[in-house]
């Protein structure tokens, strides 16, 4: 099976410049989670949605980021406009939730970004 | 308060020899999980083992197994007959509350420990 595909794998663009990442969550899974990994922030969870509602978006740095998941197998994850110290791998990851079960988060392979 | 703490950026070990990872956390929620997920140079995130907090065995997972002290709050990894592949960054995390609070599904990840194998 396929597993969390994220488009593109790199992209590199100008400050101000709008920036839009795609996910495509592992079918059936009906969490889809958006994090960002740095260096001097490590791996910082930004959004989630469970059954396509953002449930904790508390994560999100700014308005300038916005996600969208407008059915269960696409989200996209925008910056409007970028700025530099957006540079990161954001990934993407999907699991199922049922009930007081804990299942694992499978990830994508990231999105790095680059911001000049 | 940091709720994943992981106090060893960085670990040479001999190839074959078996390593322990730590990982501290901090929560005030009866019902949790703590997860391993591996990260080699390539970048992906590799999920490894799963403990729950009810859970009263430690988990194993092939060469992995999770030494889970509830009282102590901590939940180290342990590598057996470590290979040149394992080398990479290992990060712990944490669940808290779904028990009772459905839809609670955020991870929070330490900051990662590096595991260098030397052959």
């Known amino acids: 099976d396929a597993g969390v595909i994220q488009s593109p794998r790199h992209e590199v663009t100008e400050m101000g410049q709008e920036v839009t990442l795609r996910c495509k969550p592992i079918?059936?899974?009906?969490?889809l989670f958006w994090y960002r990994q740095t260096m001097m922030r490590g791996l910082e969870l930004l959004i989630y949605?469970?059954?396509?509602?953002?449930?904790?978006d508390s994560g999100m740095p700014e308005d300038r980021f916005s996600a969208k998941m407008p059915n269960a197998s696409f989200s996209t994850l925008k910056i409007q406009p970028s700025e530099p110290r957006d540079s990161a791998v954001y990934f993407c990851?999907?699991?199922?939730?049922?009930?007081?079960?804990?299942?694992?988060?499978?990830f994508g392979p990231g999105t790095r970004l680059t911001v000049t | 308060a940091q709720k994943i703490t992981q106090t060893q950026p960085g670990m040479f070990v001999q190839e074959k020899e078996a390593v322990t990872l730590d990982c501290t956390y901090d929560?005030?929620?009866?019902?949790?999980?703590l997860f391993w997920y591996k990260q080699p140079s390539s970048g992906e995130m590799i999920f490894l083992i799963y403990?729950?907090?009810?859970?009263?065995q430690n988990a194993t997972e092939g060469r992995y197994s999770l030494n889970f002290q509830k009282a102590r709050k901590s939940a180290n990894l342990v590598i057996s007959a470590s290979q040149l592949g394992d080398s990479a960054m290992y990060f712990c995390a944490m669940r808290e509350g779904t028990h009772l609070n459905f839809g609670n599904e955020k991870l929070t990840f330490g900051t990662g420990t590096r595991l260098t194998i030397i052959p």
């Open positions: 403990q729950g907090s009810y859970d009263e």
């Open positions: 990851a999907s699991s199922f939730v049922a009930g007081d079960k804990f299942y694992e988060q499978y």
């Open positions: 949605f469970n059954n396509n509602v953002p449930i904790d």
């Open positions: 079918s059936g899974h009906n969490s």
């Open positions: 929560t005030s929620d009866q019902s949790y999980g």
